[in-house]
């Protein structure tokens, strides 16, 4: 595993702990929205990580309020590049989270875990949120 891997494994196991993203996470979700749409001229990101799905009722979200610029129409591959945008968040994190994109109050696309089945090609397989969260909480599992 290579220490950029690595770093992220660790930010993501203080996120788990403690409910919150990082500085860097803030950063990546912010300019991530840029790289997927057009004429974005402010971003508002809500969200709570606390939540597991396995033990309470909902999941974790991520809700990105946009306000676009009213001369840019609803992007062409307007689906296609929200499911990227929440691959990307689902790769930061992990894959039991709803994104939510939402363009000048109107919402635009929701993907949830929980009513969906996942799509293998927008994150890597891994570990459920509660799995991790107790290899985190304990040490990892001793052979």
Sequence with gaps: MNNTQKMMDDMKKITMLTGEI?????????????VAFDGVESVEINYDLTKD??????????????TVDPAHTVPKLLKERC?????WVRSMFWHEIRVKV?????????????DL?????NFKEEKSFSEAYKEVKDGPKQD
């Design 22 to 34: 990082s500085s860097i996470h803030e950063l990546n979700l912010r300019n991530w929205v840029f």
């Design 117 to 121: 089945e996942p799509n293998p090609k």
């Design 53 to 66: 799905r396995t033990k309470d009722l909902g999941e974790g979200f991520v809700d990105f309020n946009l």
């Design 102 to 114: 939402n363009f000048n109050g109107v919402n635009q696309f929701t993907d949830s875990t929980i």
């Design 83 to 87: 499911e990227t945008l929440a691959g």
